[in-house]
């Protein structure tokens, strides 16, 4: 592999900010300094004005495949991923079939090998057959580990009771990924739902749907003695509570509930606002902030799950849960930052240090010798519009178009290969599975 010389980036890492050259070597990041020459056969790219972040990791995102392919596959979905300065995602079971044994799951990394533009893993969906199995099935190489759903999936992966919860959560050792909706409350509210009018969707799915769930699990996670990690949190009672309960669980927010408020999503997107947890008030929003600023988030991701434009535009509630959003999830997080919601120490904790400080990764989310060399290259000054030629996702629509963002990333390097630089993406993808210190050790 052709050796590399990233030359006059602003090197952000481990709470420093200077220009510095990095010199990339067998896939891995092998010098960083200044003034550094190339030699011999090495590529120099220039990167002076451009900042130069750990590699951005999504640890939720839907590609679909296999069974549901008409909506997004493996490939157009990292391709999506890349295109937005994503290194690394890490994909969910809900797939037909479901990913729930380890044929499934060596058939998911089959598919995606050199296939998915970025470095993947593929989480296990726990399931009440498959409870007793998951201590093994969490070690497979590839793997995010378990995943359970208490609410808002249909058939074997819907873990909604206790019992059953207790015993997924008794096998095994690795963190558990939770969404976190209570079942039995959504089928009690069912009726709220009032057709053709998707705002009625928080009222079904209402604040204590989710933290009834959230209250649940953390109870069982500590009876369990087992770390959990709680995905896309819209309440801010959540994060209070959550805030607890450190020493078990993390959590994660995702850039459409900081972003979106509904007064304002629902009468000018209609279903295409439609995801779950809800998207729900700007009070939430502001109070999702609030959290955010207390340090209680460990990640941002950006359960990317797109459906087709046929599908949702027939009439709430038949209409499917779930918008795009890994392509986005940067650019949306850099316009916040520009505004001065957030540190540029805080968005490299959220997309890049968050992720292998909860999931063990091994060699990637930091800047240093050693490591991956996994950059996300972004010009922070870059006033640009979201435009649906600019989406790679199969569903191509977004709930963010036509929106008017500053920062934009320039550059996706993955293990020193240039995958997109420009908007332009590598003639061929490279993806290989994400490495864990739980399954190489």
């Known amino acids: 592999m052709q050796a590399k010389l990233i030359k006059g980036a602003t090197v952000v890492n481990e709470g420093t900010s200077t220009i510095q050259d990095v010199l990339i070597e067998n896939g891995r990041i092998t010098r960083i300094g200044q ?6 056969n090495c590529l120099e790219i220039n990167a002076e004005g451009l900042h130069l972040l750990p590699g951005v990791i999504d640890d939720q995102v839907h590609f679909r495949e296999p069974g549901l392919t008409h909506k997004e596959d493996l490939e157009t979905g990292s391709r999506s991923a890349v295109a937005g300065g994503v290194t690394a ?11 729930d044994t380890a044929d499934r799951v060596a058939d998911k990394l089959a598919r995606a090998h050199h296939r998915m533009w970025c470095d993947h893993a593929f989480y296990v969906g726990a399931t009440s057959s498959n409870a007793e199995s998951l201590k093994e099935l969490e070690r497979i190489p590839g793997t995010a580990g378990v995943k359970i ?9 819907l873990v909604a009771d206790d019992g059953a919860l207790a015993r997924v959560l008794a096998s095994g050792k690795r963190r558990v990924a939770i969404h976190a909706e209570d079942e039995f409350r959504m089928n009690e509210r069912a009726d709220l739902r009032v057709s053709g009018d998707p705002s009625s969707h928080p009222v079904w799915r209402d604040d204590e749907s989710a933290i009834l769930a959230t209250r649940r699990i953390l109870r069982l996670a500590r009876e369990a ?3 959990i990690h709680i995905l896309h949190i819209t309440t801010p009672a959540e994060f209070e509570l959550i805030a607890q309960h450190k020493d078990i669980a993390t959590c994660e927010v995702t850039p459409q509930h900081l972003t979106l408020a509904g ?5 000018r997107l209609g279903t295409y606002a439609q995801m779950n947890p809800p998207i729900r008030s700007g009070a ?6 609030h959290w955010l600023a207390q340090g209680v988030p ?14 949702k535009s027939k009439t709430y509630p038949d209409t499917p849960s779930g918008m795009p959003g890994v392509q986005t999830l940067l650019p949306l997080l850099l316009d916040h930052m520009h505004h001065g919601r957030l540190s540029m120490q805080r968005l490299i904790d959220l997309t890049s240090a968050g992720a292998q400080r909860i999931f063990g990764l091994v060699g990637k989310g930091r800047i240093a010798a050693g490591y991956d060399a996994d950059f996300t290259v972004v010009d922070l000054k870059k006033r640009w519009t979201v435009t649906e030629d600019w989406l790679q996702s199969r569903c191509g629509w977004s709930p963010f178009t ?40």
């Open 225 to 227: 003695k087992r770390r």
């Open 402 to 441: 036509g929106m008017e963002l500053t920062g934009k990333p320039i550059g996706t390097i993955i293990r020193g290969h240039r995958v997109m630089w420009e908007d332009t993406l590598a003639d061929s993808a490279i993806g290989e599975p994400v490495r864990f210190e739980a399954t190489e050790f």
């Open 35 to 40: 003034g550094l020459q190339p030699t011999g």
């Open 149 to 157: 759903f208490m609410g808002a999936s249909t058939g074997d992966l």
């Open 284 to 289: 939430h929003r502001d109070g999702l902030w």
């Open 298 to 311: 460990d990640v941002v991701g950006s359960d990317h799950a797109p459906h087709t434009i046929e599908e």
């Open 263 to 267: 007064e304002e999503a629902y009468p």
């Open 89 to 99: 995602v890490f994909e969910m079971p809900n797939t037909k079939p479901n990913t």
